[in-house]
């Protein structure tokens, strides 16, 4: 009896041992690629930030020679209030409404354009990226590759990390196209 006992959990440890097996192999099979460290380490997501950046401040600094228009336009009204004609009172309050709606439309229309150039660029790298990302699944015969940004994966051992290669691939098919 002893004897068929230990077969028994000999057997139960082998099949236990087995399924395992499956499983890790299964689990090597699935990747994760992080979009947003390919953005900032890529050539090419480098300069669409920077691209960006520039975009970014230009319009901070449009926005900030508006302001100034604006503050010392409202600095003359009021210091100057007292020897100014009411005609010439209600002229400069008219103009400062207008400075006022421009820079409204400005920082409305330059959020709108901004955004509407990073979507059309950060799409432009994803259509160029997904090619590139399964040829690698198929080299590796994955079964899924999971975008780590938009899965909802909480933790992942970094031995399932596609990113660097995917980096390393877009990179060199950028570099064979110039």
């Known amino acids: 009896m002893r004897r068929s006992a230990n077969k028994i959990i000999v057997l139960v440890l082998f099949f236990v041992a087995i399924v395992s097996s499956s499983i890790a192999q299964e689990l090597s099979r699935v990747g994760i690629i992080n979009p947003m460290q390919v953005m900032e380490k890529s050539a090419e997501g480098k300069s669409i930030i920077a691209l960006l950046e520039k975009k970014s401040n230009e319009n901070q600094d449009k926005l900030v020679k508006m302001d100034d228009q604006i503050r010392d336009l409202e600095t003359r009204i009021n210091t100057q209030r007292l020897t100014l004609t009411q005609e010439s009172i209600m002229n ?61 994966v909480i933790y992942f051992t970094p ?20």
Not at 92 to 104: I, Q, V, Y
Not at 122 to 139: H, R
Not at 159 to 178: F, G, H, N, R
């Open 92 to 152: 400069m309050s008219s103009d400062l409404e207008r400075k006022r709606t421009d820079r409204k439309r400005f920082a409305e229309d330059s959020y709108r354009e901004f955004t509407q150039l990073r979507d059309r660029l950060f799409n432009k790298v994803k259509t160029e990226l997904i090619p590139i990302i399964e040829q690698i699944g198929k080299e590796k015969n994955m079964v899924a590759i999971f975008d780590l940004t938009t899965s909802g």
């Open 159 to 178: 031995t399932i990390d596609l990113t660097e290669e995917v980096i390393k691939k877009y990179d060199a098919s950028k570099a064979s196209k110039k």
